[in-house]
């Protein structure tokens, strides 16, 4: 799994933070940040979320 | 669009209860393409009902939130006048990409994840103040009046940097504005004093900095002072009444469904239940689109409902049911797209907080009224109770 994320488009709502808590962050601007670009396979799901709600469409996962 | 007028449906529709959007939602969401609708002003505008059509045209850059677009949809007499860019500059909701994103990126540290973490303490003590005022009183209250609608406006006071002498005031005026018995007039001249007021306050915070966001809105200079109290005066019209029926009817679920008080699922599915925002994001095509198999032309008038898609079978398995154990975090209570709610986080830290405390404060919390006579705002633009008779 590899996440990326376009920090352009991102509008800080906070959703991957709630949905993924230990691979999104927010930063002093309180945009995305990506604490762990490569998370473990049991986050599938949380990450999965965090992309599929992200009112931006700025997190985007290729699974592998 | 012009072929078949006898399909096109009078809008708003009234909801049949607290959990429920209007029944016809259902239906309309079978029905291929999208619904033309008729609105109280006479404008014919497509109803979009489904869930993954409500994402797509809050996706869409060729969809604008900007009401001086002809053809800009308005439920006018309904709302007692909307401000926009053009009447109050910092009105940013109504603004598009790329003019719309000097605001809200400036005001999304203010909202994010960690920042409501830290106001969490602030936020607990303006619930425990209003419980406090309302034990002290008796053993009944109008948990609308009494708390749900003050709440919120004490916590964007304190988060604006409004002195604790001021609030008073200031809660007083935010209260007139959601009254269903003020008159325009009196709503209008309470705008304006509010106005004058936050006018003044970012003159005195322009002198004397102190910890607050209008403070730190100053230091950023990314805002004149004109856009500053539009700014302020958005977060404080958009953070009230939505937050306050959520809170409020969010106690009535519980109070139906006692087993759930205390789950942490709790406050994501009151959300998508209540949904009280279905009729804010209204949109116009600004060149012609398909939506969920349906050409939109450049023009015409788009209302995607929430309700509707929080409500969609196709997202949600048994949609009417209250259910906090489900995944609910896909709903579109607050919008989505670029304009989804900023405060969407302090909404949640407020309903958390406001349950939290209010059932283990009162666990005797019981209705003082049948649930069929309670007065729901079934005529709003917002979806809520106008009053909720409690006692304990």
């Known amino acids: 799994m590899e996440i990326n994320v376009d920090r352009d488009r991102c509008v800080g709502a906070g959703q991957c933070v709630l949905s993924a808590p230990d691979v999104f962050d927010q930063d002093d601007e309180g945009l995305v940040t990506v604490l762990d670009p490569a998370p473990a396979a049991e986050l599938a799901e949380d990450v999965g979320q965090a992309e599929k709600i992200c009112p931006a469409q700025a997190i985007s996962v290729q699974k592998g | 669009m012009t072929a078949d007028m006898t399909s096109v449906v009078d809008f708003p529709m009234r909801r049949p209860g607290a959990s429920f959007p209007p029944e016809q939602y259902a239906r309309f969401r079978e029905q291929p393409g999208l619904v033309r609708s008729r609105l109280p002003t006479g404008a014919v505008v497509w109803l979009v009902t489904r869930h993954e059509d409500v994402r797509a045209v809050l996706t869409d850059r060729r969809v604008s939130s900007n009401p001086t677009h002809d053809g800009f949809p308005s439920l006018l007499g309904k709302t007692g006048g909307v401000p926009s860019p053009d009447t109050m500059p910092g009105w940013f909701v109504a603004l598009d990409p790329p003019e719309h994103d000097r605001f809200r990126k400036t005001l999304i540290p203010e909202f994010s994840v960690r920042r409501i973490r830290q106001l969490r303490p602030q936020i607990e003590q303006i619930v425990t103040d209003r419980i406090d005022a309302m034990l002290a009183k008796g053993d009944e209250a109008d948990l609308v009046a009494d708390f749900a609608l003050p709440v919120p406006s004490l916590v964007i006071s304190s988060l604006l940097g409004v002195p604790e002498v001021d609030r008073d005031f200031f809660e007083a005026k935010t209260q007139t504005l959601v009254r269903t018995t003020a008159t325009d007039q009196e709503r209008e001249a309470a705008t304006k004093e509010l106005l004058r007021y936050l006018n003044r306050l970012i003159k005195i915070k ?78 116009v095509a600004t060149e012609d689109l398909e939506i969920g198999g349906q050409r939109i032309r450049a023009g015409e008038g788009i209302v995607p409902l929430v309700a509707a898609a929080n409500h969609d079978e196709a997202a949600f398995g048994c949609p009417h049911a209250f259910d906090p154990s489900r995944s609910a975090r896909h709903h579109v209570a607050f919008g989505y797209g670029v304009h989804q709610c900023l405060g969407q986080n302090l909404v949640r830290g407020e309903m958390a907080a406001a349950y939290e405390a209010l059932f283990s404060r009162i666990p005797g919390l019981r209705l003082a009224a049948p649930v069929e006579d309670l007065p729901f705002k079934y005529d709003g633009v917002l979806f809520g109770l106008h009053s909720l008779p409690v006692r304990w």
Not at chain 2, 274 to 283: C, I, N, Q, T
């Open chain 2, 206 to 283: 322009s002198k004397r900095p102190g910890d607050d966001l209008i403070s730190r809105l100053l230091a950023a200079g990314t805002m004149s002072q004109a856009e500053l109290s539009g700014v302020s005066m958005l977060l404080l019209i958009a953070g009230h009444e939505t937050t306050a029926n959520n809170i409020s009817l969010g106690v009535l679920t519980l109070l139906m469904h006692p087993e759930w008080i205390g789950d942490d699922g709790v406050v994501e599915e009151l959300l998508r239940l209540h949904s009280v925002a279905d009729l804010v994001a209204l949109r």
